[in-house]
Every structure is written in structure tokens, then in C-alpha cells.
T-cell receptor
């Protein structure tokens, strides 16, 4: 019973392509997130969605667009992939969306994206 | 500083105690967290501490918080090989409650 799942686990693609990473949570949480972890393991939040509304949008290129068909899914679509997009992307979810000690974020296993 | 700071590597022998240190940035952060990332896996919340606490103990884990110095530490007693992982310190920052992570400390446990 995976709480937060992502597909694919690995994604290798060429520069200029458009790709999507899917995320699903079966926890009934209200908020989902996308994080990017670069080659130096630095983890940075990209987006969060609460009830289909974007509530956090950090300074990421507009080539990245989160799409949430329903509360249980938050997909990440990336247009015109660049070499610098190579990273591990983590999806996460939490019950309420405003992080507090009791509002734990549950992370997916990550998607390793390699752009060649 | 602007970033949450952690040392990048720590190596200990099995059975010893490990202490991972972190300096955070926002003195108004209400909660501070320690996450664990095992190889090839996502992040798992290990423990958290509320900012009005100095210490929190949870089995082999002890978290110490020094608000004056904005210093957080995680002590793992009787470290085991299964504790080998990357440990991330994180704080809440900003009006939106963003979770800001340090760069992670890679803990290696030698038998």
C-alpha cells in the first residue's frame, strides 16, 4: 500500500523534449508538492497544490507546469527540457498544506530525470 | 545566512553515538525537522521539534535546539549500519510555510 507513488522511477530523454512525471497519493491529503533535488542533494520546493489551487510557486521556469486532475494526483509537466533539468524530482503530500509539526509531509520515492 | 547549513559528511563506528548539526536561518521558524533519506528512496520524517522546546527525545534519537544560536542537532545513540543515510535538517520559512531543507549530511556507519 504505497502512500505516495511516482512514475516513472527513471526517465532519460533528450534536450528539447517534453515529458511528464506522474504522482499519486492514497492518503486523502489535501495538499501535494513537487521538490527538485539536484546533483549535490540540495532539495528545493517547486510547487504545491491545495484543492486544485496553486498556493506556492517558487522561482521555477515556466517550462515547468504542475497539473492536478484531482486531489489525489499532481503531475509535473516539463516543456523543452534542458541539461540543467537533470535531477531527482520528489512528490510529497500533507493533510493540510501549511506545514506544522503535526502536518507531516510524506514523500514519494523520487523520479531520476536525466537530460542528454 | 540565507541557507540552512549542515556539514556534508559524518563517519562513525557501529555502536557509537552520531551527532549531526544544523544551523537554520529564520528565528521565527515554529517547527524544525529532521528527515532521513536512504539510498534511492524518498525522504522520511524522523522527528521534529517545536520552537519552544530545548530538547526532544524519541527512543535512540535526541534533538537539541538552541534558538539563540539557531542551532539544531540530532543525536543518534548506538548507531547501527541501518542508520547509514543522508539526514536533512529543515525549517519552515515565510508566510506560505515553505519547508526549506539543508544540503544534507551523509552518515556512514562502519562495522
Amino acid at each position: 500500500d504505497t502512500a505516495v507513488s511516482q512514475t516513472p522511477k527513471y526517465l532519460v530523454t533528450q534536450m528539447g523534449n517534453d515529458k511528464s512525471i506522474k504522482c499519486e497519493q492514497n492518503l486523502g491529503h489535501d495538499t501535494m508538492y513537487w521538490y527538485k533535488q539536484d546533483s549535490k542533494k540540495f532539495l528545493k520546493i517547486m510547487f504545491s497544490y491545495n484543492n486544485k489551487e496553486l498556493i506556492i510557486n517558487e522561482t521555477v521556469p515556466n517550462r515547468f507546469s504542475p497539473k492536478s486532475p484531482d486531489k489525489a494526483h499532481l503531475n509535473l509537466h516539463i516543456n523543452s527540457l534542458e541539461l540543467g533539468d537533470s535531477a531527482v524530482y520528489f512528490c510529497a503530500s500533507s493533510q493540510y498544506g501549511r506545514t506544522s509539526g503535526t502536518d507531516e509531509q510524506y514523500f514519494g520515492p523520487g523520479t531520476r530525470l536525466t537530460v542528454t | 545566512g540565507e541557507d540552512v547549513e549542515q556539514s556534508l559528511f559524518l563517519s562513525v563506528r557501529e555502536g557509537d553515538s552520531s551527532v549531526i548539526n544544523c544551523t537554520y536561518t529564520d528565528s521565527s521558524s515554529t517547527y524544525l525537522y529532521w528527515y532521513k533519506q536512504e539510498p534511492g528512496a524518498g525522504l522520511q520524517l524522523l522527528t521534529y521539534i517545536f520552537s519552544n522546546m530545548d530538547m526532544k527525545q524519541d527512543q535512540r534519537l535526541t534533538v537539541l535546539l538552541n534558538k539563540k544560536d539557531k542551532h539544531l542537532s540530532l543525536r543518534i545513540a548506538d548507531t547501527q549500519t541501518g542508520d547509514s543515510a543522508i539526514y536533512f535538517c529543515a525549517e519552515i520559512k515565510g508566510s506560505q510555510g515553505n519547508l526549506i531543507f539543508g544540503k544534507g549530511t551523509k552518515l556512514s556507519v562502519k562495522p
